[in-house]
């Protein structure tokens, strides 16, 4: 199963990556649990220079963006792959 982790403080561009996150998910059919991480301090243990992040199995693979649904597809794809 996959781990992704929407890093923000829930602004609508973190509401965004949690969207597309989520429909990138159903689309590809993967078991994944989505989570919500709104704690500055856990947010700043992934070393990103502003928010939204996204993180794949404690892989950060966006940061500062909202990544299109392509991207994340392919990330879920990769890190799928890999698991």
């Known amino acids: 199963m996959l ?8 602004c609508a561009n973190c509401k965004r990556v949690e969207q597309i996150a989520r429909k990138a998910v159903a689309d590809l059919a ?4 989505v989570i ?5 301090n856990d947010i700043m243990a ?3 220079l502003s928010t939204p992040g996204l ?6 693979v966006s940061s500062g963006r909202i990544p299109t649904p ?3 597809t392919t990330w879920l794809a990769d890190a ?4």
């Open 70 to 72: 392509a991207e994340v």
């Open 46 to 48: 992934y070393d990103i």
């Open 36 to 40: 919500k991480v709104t704690d500055y």
């Open 55 to 60: 993180v794949i199995n404690e892989k950060v």
């Open 80 to 83: 799928e792959m890999e698991g």
């Open 30 to 33: 993967v078991e994944a649990e």
């Open 3 to 10: 781990t992704i982790k929407v890093l923000g403080s829930g």
